[in-house]
């Protein structure tokens, strides 16, 4: 007589998997990936806030001190010396140890750096504190890449880009005129002592909750399969374990020239160069372009900053939903994520014509324009994404901001030079716009097919 057939507990456990399986495949898909990019979206803010203050700071700050306008060149280009400098060991460091931690050390020394500027008596102590600055905001935009490539798949990476890149252009136009009165009622230390401040906290926060999307428990299987579909979850283990025992990055210095020789790195490189010269301009001189060549008081001043801003933070949103419903629509990467940049660039380059007008009403719709047309463009770190090799996306947004933010170094020097030399800021208007439309050129000849690097030995 035949005995019936008994179910092993190993058959029941592979039915319970089957069962599980099917139950998240057919689960509504979470949306943890959008409180991710809150948490990036609101450290980015705070980053541009940082290294913005001085700039607001400066017209009060530069006659309590006695500065001129080559010094405050010098002053405003400082932080990116060391930013710059500290872009690819900020890169290994985040290849080593992880988005978390990375995110954390950064921001809360970075807001330290701030808070300290407050304090300061002097030229020298300004100097040290902004160098400073640079080296701990370094690894903040290679982790804000690591973090999209490992949360978003690539159809929404420009959304994602956008999203947290217009934190840089949010708070300062809605914290513009609040700093501003602050700066009025209680001088310009408490600028750093408020911000600082801020930053400390947040960091804080971050700690507690960012996590990798495996160990995320707001992240279910349906979105975690959305987003590996799509070219995400790059790094396959979980957080602790990653702590436990990091991976080698197998990074050698001779890999910088090898990603070199690639167009597509060289390009964006160059034209991010060029969209940053204008971005640097608003974060620096702007206040004290509006205070001098503008003659305006600091109500005027403060009201008159939130237009760009808004516009500038209008155009990265627009030039990210654009890119990626480009994408959507069957149009290649080189379509998509090129064609607002390019056009943003084109665009940027007539803040000339701020100097051919007398109105003030103009003057801020055209640096409105030419702001807005920047945010377009700024979705170079998408490309980032998409052309990084395996393995090395630290290093190479590490290699790509730094060569960016080469405009943080030459543009506040170069206005600084011209302004105190001519007297005016019709030479560093001029200087700015045909930075953009090299940009722009160099997108169009220079990139090429947007692909993935791939090293060969």
């Keep these: 007589m035949p005995q019936p057939i008994q179910s092993s507990p190993s058959d029941a456990n592979q039915q319970s998997g089957a069962n599980t399986k099917m139950s998240t495949s057919t689960a509504r898909r979470s949306n943890a990936r959008y409180q991710i990019l809150g948490l990036l979206a609101v450290g980015t803010m705070i980053n541009y806030l940082d290294r913005t203050v001085l ?7 530069t006659k309590e001190l006695g500065i001129n306008a080559a010094m405050m060149g010098l002053l405003f280009s400082v932080f990116s010396w060391s930013y710059v400098a500290s872009q690819i060991p900020g890169g290994l460091f985040l290849d080593r140890f992880g988005s978390k931690l990375t995110y954390f050390l950064s921001m809360t020394f970075w807001s330290l750096c701030t808070l300290a500027q407050g304090l300061v008596h002097g030229i020298a102590g300004l100097f040290v504190f902004r160098l400073g600055l640079g080296v701990s905001e370094a690894p903040c935009f290679p982790t804000n890449s690591r973090v999209v490539a490992t949360w978003f798949p690539q159809s929404e990476r420009a959304m994602a880009t956008g999203t947290y890149t217009v934190g840089e252009y949010i708070g300062l ?26 930053g400390i906290v947040f960091g804080g926060i971050w700690w507690l909750l960012y996590r990798e999307p495996r160990d995320h428990p707001s992240a279910n299987q349906a979105e975690l399969d959305y987003i590996e579909a799509g070219g995400g979850l790059t790094q396959r283990h979980s957080s602790a374990a990653s702590a436990a025992a990091p991976a080698k990055s197998g990074f050698e210095w001779r890999t910088i020239g090898r990603l070199l020789k690639h167009r597509q790195l060289t ?21 004290t372009y509006l205070a001098t060549e503008r003659h305006m008081g600091w109500l005027k001043i403060g009201f008159f900053a939130i237009m760009p801003f808004i516009a500038a933070s209008i155009g990265v949103m627009f030039g990210g939903l654009f890119s990626d419903w480009l994408l959507r629509r069957g149009k290649s990467a080189n379509v998509a994520r090129k064609l607002p940049i390019i056009a943003g660039l084109l665009l940027a380059s007539t803040i000339i014509l701020a100097n051919y007008v007398e109105s003030n009403v103009a003057v801020i719709a055209i640096l409105s ?63 700015i716009g045909i930075v953009a439309l090299i940009g722009a050129l160099s997108y169009i000849f220079i990139v090429g097919d947007i692909k993935r690097i791939v090293l060969v030995d």
Excluded: K
């Excluded at 700039?55 to 009060?60: L, N, R």
């Excluded at 009165?181 to 408020?194: D, E, I, K, P, Q």
């Excluded at 390009?267 to 206040?287: D, E, K, M, R």
């Design 55 to 61: 700039g607001i700071a400066a017209p009060q700050l």
């Design 173 to 198: 136009a809605f914290f513009s005129p609040f700093l501003f009165m602050l700066m009025g009622a209680f001088g310009w230390r408490s600028l750093f002592y408020v911000v600082g401040g801020v």
């Design 267 to 287: 390009g964006i490189c160059l034209g991010q160069f060029a969209g940053n010269s204008t971005l640097v301009f608003f974060l620096t001189w702007f206040p």
């Design 369 to 431: 324009v030419a702001f807005f047309a920047q945010g377009m463009a700024a979705l170079g770190w998408t490309l980032v994404s998409d052309i990084a090799p395996e393995g090395l996306l630290g290093v190479t947004g590490g290699i790509f901001n730094f060569a960016a933010n080469l405009a943080g170094i030459v543009t506040p020097l170069v206005v600084g030079f011209i302004v105190a030399a001519t007297g005016s800021f019709v030479g560093a208007l001029v200087f």
